[in-house]
């Protein structure tokens, strides 16, 4: 039985700072919602509202069907894990984790079972009866997990609670959070900055920018149809590469023209793409033109592309399994990402050298300049 939570226009002022303005969410039963956004764009704000930490200055917040603003923190029913997970240190891992149920005066038999189930599900309990200081980090990370969820709570709050582990165990541990929230199922909002954590862990990802809601959807959803240029250069990595792009016509015929100069090799299909987009529109308009580093083909090979553009390689970065290229064209500078080092590359003297890019039609992104919103078209009616 999981709880829905529906957040109506919350808005949270710190004397002229604004941390919140008109934040609306909701959370389905169940769902393991991800808070992504950079730093100070109000996530911690937002979930200590939820949980009853910090008064909102307006909105409301119901959790199921009841409004909960005024109710204090326990009677809320939620269990949050902070980033700095306090353990009791003087306390061994059973009496931490047994802690929520004895304040709340629950029989000692109901606390071993229930501690026993929690220990089992989190695979410490063999660390039952040594003291926080005798754990590793990771450890600590999962006695404090169970102290949230040995509750059994409504809602489950977690506030980058991975941040203070190496990259070995956030890898380890984003999967077992996860795994664990869908065997209890209670919903969750858990907050970090790590795209790649939400990406990984989200069953919809909710991106904030100062204060804002940028975009609610499923991972699947922000990458490949990002509402906003912000979104769209928070997730994924390398960042997606932005053009400034101008488009005009003389005597019926479509002018594009990408970072100052004019795109001669375009094919019927991008005309076309550029066509649905601007028919409406008043000529000239401006366009900011989003192409991710995966999808760009070095080489312009023409088969598969529609737009080629000369550039001038600048730097090569080597990641292992993949490679990082920077270009340039004109003002701007590309990231390409490629898994193998493209043959039309000099190895030796890479450099500096003159190369060809190219990009499908339907990997470009098309944002309005200067608002940066989103423009689609239907993609069906092009051939
Ligand atoms: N108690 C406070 N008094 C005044 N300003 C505050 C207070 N708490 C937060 N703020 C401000 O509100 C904004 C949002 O802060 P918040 O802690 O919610 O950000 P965050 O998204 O959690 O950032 P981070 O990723 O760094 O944890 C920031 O500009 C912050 O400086
Ligand atoms: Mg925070």
């Given at each position: 039985m999981s709880t829905r939570i529906r957040i109506e226009n919350l808005t949270k002022n710190y004397g002229r700072v604004s941390a919140l303005d008109n934040f609306s969410l909701e959370v389905d039963p169940g769902e393991f919602m991800v808070l992504l956004g950079p730093s100070g764009c109000g996530?911690?704000?937002?979930?200590?509202?939820?949980?009853?930490?910090?008064?909102?200055?307006s909105g409301a917040i119901y959790i199921g069907d009841q409004l909960v603003n005024g109710l204090p923190p326990r009677d809320r029913d939620i269990a949050m894990v902070f980033q700095n997970y306090a353990l009791y240190p003087h306390m061994s891992v059973y009496d931490n984790i047994?802690?929520?149920?004895?304040?709340?005066?629950?029989?000692?038999?109901?606390?071993?079972?229930?501690?026993?189930?929690?220990?089992?599900?989190?695979?410490?309990?063999?660390?039952?009866?040594?003291?926080?200081?005798?754990?590793?980090?990771?450890?600590?990370?999962?006695?404090?997990?169970g102290r949230a969820l040995v509750r059994e709570p409504k809602v489950f709050l977690m506030d980058e609670p991975l941040s203070n582990l190496d990259a070995k165990m956030r890898a380890y541990m984003r999967t077992e959070i996860k795994k664990l929230q869908k065997k209890v199922g209670i919903t969750t909002i858990?907050?970090?900055?790590?795209?790649?954590?939400?990406?990984?862990?989200?069953?919809?990802?909710?991106?904030?920018?100062?204060?804002?809601?940028?975009?609610?959807?499923?991972?699947?959803?922000?990458?490949?149809?990002?509402?906003?240029?912000?979104?769209?250069?928070?997730?994924?990595?390398?960042?997606?590469?932005?053009?400034e792009c101008e488009v005009s016509h003389s005597n019926s015929h479509l002018h594009i023209e990408i970072s100052g100069s004019l795109v001669k090799s375009a094919s019927?299909?991008?005309?076309?793409?550029?066509?649905?987009?601007?028919?409406?529109?008043?000529?000239?308009?401006?366009?900011?033109?989003?192409?991710?580093?995966?999808?760009?083909?070095?080489?312009?090979?023409?088969?598969?592309?529609?737009?080629?553009?000369?550039?001038?390689?600048?730097?090569?970065?080597?990641?292992?399994?993949?490679?990082?290229?920077?270009?340039?064209?004109?003002?701007?500078?590309?990231?390409?990402?490629?898994?193998?080092?493209?043959?039309?590359?000099?190895?030796?003297?890479p450099v500096d050298q003159h190369v060809l890019i190219g990009i499908s039609h339907e990997k470009l992104h098309f944002f309005t300049s200067p608002t940066g919103i989103r423009r689609e078209y239907v993609a069906d009616e092009i051939p």
């Open positions: 996530k911690t704000t937002a979930v200590r509202c939820i949980a009853g930490l910090s008064d909102p200055s047994a802690f929520p149920l004895k304040m709340r005066k629950e029989s000692k038999g109901n606390i071993r079972d229930k501690v026993e189930k929690i220990s089992k599900l989190l695979e410490i309990s063999q660390l039952i009866d040594r003291k926080p200081k005798e754990l590793s980090g990771g450890q600590m990370q999962r006695v404090a997990l858990y907050i970090t900055h790590d795209q790649i954590e939400a990406m990984s862990m989200a069953d919809r990802i909710a991106i904030m920018d100062r204060g804002l809601i940028q975009q609610v959807g499923t991972p699947q959803e922000v990458y490949s149809k990002p509402s906003n240029t912000f979104v769209a250069g928070f997730i994924g990595s390398p960042p997606m590469n932005f053009l019927d299909a991008l005309r076309k793409v550029f066509d649905r987009l601007y028919r409406k529109e008043e000529l000239p308009a401006k366009v900011t033109i989003g192409i991710r580093p995966r999808d760009i083909i070095i080489g312009g090979d023409r088969l598969h592309s529609d737009l080629i553009m000369e550039c001038v390689l600048s730097f090569i970065e080597m990641l292992g399994d993949d490679t990082v290229l920077e270009v340039n064209i004109g003002k701007n500078s590309m990231k390409v990402l490629t898994s193998s080092m493209p043959t039309v590359i000099q190895q030796d003297t």
